[in-house]
């Protein structure tokens, strides 16, 4: 695609872009950028169906599934470094929200989620993406260091009975405050319990979650 001034040899407004390179330019460089991160997101989620239909997703990280997320995690690294996060003032709604998607998934890459969510939290206080987007983020990385979440985004199956439920919520009674300051709706009712699964099933739920926690730790999320 073609390539945007690096942030060295511009500032951080499309104006100046606009200025620099004259608006035609301009627009069509910013349009390839989203059109990029959303082909990378497609080929995420097409992956992702294709797995599910298959019936492959319910167990370990599959290494086609492991091996797009990083391989989009480092194409959004190098786009970070050339043009900082890519918010909606670069890559347009959905281009924004298709980099939220991506580092969301960049589940092998401790370093990077965080570092990401640092460039987002910046981007919330400049209007450049909605505050969701951070939300959702700080959450999943608090389900992977095993702290409490704030918004209540984050929900893991029960192995017992295979329903979903939120992951620990720090504030339950201030949550769904919480989740109307940043554009959220409230907290979806949670389950009450269910039917235990039968055995060989339940102890196939436990030996996936044992194998995820093992996999984050692995990864420098959680000690052994």
Not at 25 to 36: Q, Y
Not at 118 to 146: F, K, N, S, T
Not at 170 to 193: C, E, F, H, Q, T
Request: net charge negative; hydrophobic share 40%.
């Amino acid at each position: 695609m073609p390539l945007l001034p690096t942030r060295k040899n511009r500032s951080a407004t499309p104006l100046s872009l606009s200025r620099f390179l004259g608006c035609d330019t301009h627009s069509s460089m910013l349009d390839s950028l989203r059109r990029e991160l959303l082909a990378l997101r497609d080929n995420d989620l097409a992956l992702r169906e294709e797995l599910l239909a298959a019936g492959e997703l319910s167990g370990p990280y599959h290494p086609r599934m492991e091996a797009i997320h990083v391989e989009n995690a480092a194409r959004l690294r190098e786009i970070i470094a050339d043009y900082g996060w890519p918010g909606t003032d670069l890559a347009g709604a959905d281009g924004a929200e298709a980099a939220w998607l991506i580092v969301q998934h960049s589940i092998g890459e401790p370093e990077f989620m965080r570092t990401a969510l640092r460039l987002m939290e910046d981007c919330v206080e400049q209007g450049r993406v909605p505050a969701w987007h951070a939300a959702y983020l700080e959450d999943r990385i608090a389900l992977y260091e095993a702290r409490a979440q704030r918004f209540g985004t984050q929900t893991i199956d029960d192995p017992r009975e295979g329903l979903a439920r939120p992951w620990t919520i720090a504030d339950p009674d201030r949550v769904n405050g919480l989740r109307a300051s940043v554009g959220l709706k409230p907290l979806p009712a949670i389950p009450p319990p269910g039917r235990d699964l039968p055995p060989e099933i339940r102890d196939q739920h436990e030996s996936n979650q044992k194998w995820w926690l093992d996999w984050l730790a692995s990864r420098g999320w959680r000690r052994h």
